[in-house]
T-cell receptor
Framework: SQQGEEDPQALSIQEGENATMNCSYK?????LQWYRQNSGRGLVHLIL?????REKHSGRLRVTLDTSKKSSSLLITASRAADTASYFC??????????FGTGTQLKVEL | ETGVTQTPRHLVMGMTNKKSLKCEQH?????MYWYKQSAKKPLELMFV???????ENNSVPSRFSPECPNSSHLFLHLHTLQPEDSALYLC??????????????FGPGTRLTVL
């Protein structure tokens, strides 16, 4: 199975609610990154958390990392319809390679 | 032009055709990547180039042939493809050895359909 696995695969919420996505991985990492992809487009980098960090914020995004459990979560607060997209975690194990998960499809309804 | 651009955005080809995908990055990065994204599968890394040198070939079939003439341009030459090669092909670039820690910048992708 792949390095990064997101959970849930799909999430549907109402505008204004919070959305939480989880990512699990298997090996040691240098950092973990979250990306967003709008339908049929390229990925956009959202936030990076290093292996020695536990929590990071960027605007409405909050990322946590638990290296003992090999897991990360992405929280989007006060969601908007424009947040509708697929979200991927990617692990950096060194050697300038990223390993991506299967993604969480988020739908934010008005 | 800024960021990472890819052409064409859409491509339909027969199994006997030869075509090329082009990627250009305007970010001054020193590493470039090709990824394949198929439905319901994780993003698959195909090739990595550091300073124009190929450093990774992820067991990609020889019908895909990459070319990196300089650190700003990356091509993917396609020949005798199969229908299962239909996918979104994404190019990315990053600055290796600097900050922020291998954040990758992606192009919009080429949607490839093989008939």
């Amino acid at each position: 199975s792949q390095q990064g696995e997101e959970d849930p695969q799909a999430l549907s919420i109402q505008e204004g609610e919070n959305a939480t996505m989880n990512c699990s991985y298997k090996t040691s990492i240098n950092n973990l990154q979250w990306y967003r992809q709008n339908s049929g487009r390229g990925l956009v980098h959202l936030i990076l958390i290093r292996s020695n960090e536990r929590e990071k914020h960027s605007g409405r995004l909050r990322v946590t990392l638990d290296t003992s459990k090999k897991s990360s979560s992405l929280l989007i607060t006060a969601s908007r319809a424009a947040d509708t997209a697929s979200y991927f975690c990617a692990t950096d194990e060194g050697g300038n390679k990223l390993t991506f998960g299967t993604g969480t499809q988020l739908k934010v309804e008005l | 032009e800024t960021g990472v651009t890819q052409t064409p955005r859409h491509l339909v080809m027969g199994m006997t055709n030869k075509k090329s995908l082009k990627c250009e990055q305007h970010l001054g990065h020193n590493a470039m990547y090709w990824y394949k994204q198929s439905a319901k599968k994780p993003l698959e890394l195909m090739f990595v180039y550091n300073f124009k040198e190929q450093t990774e070939n992820n067991s990609v079939p020889s019908r895909f042939s990459p070319e990196c003439p300089n650190s700003s341009h990356l091509f993917l030459h396609l020949h005798t493809l199969q229908p299962e090669d239909s996918a979104l092909y994404l190019c990315a670039s990053s600055q290796v050895g600097g900050l922020p820690y291998n954040e990758q910048f992606f192009g919009p992708g080429t949607r490839l359909t093989v008939l």
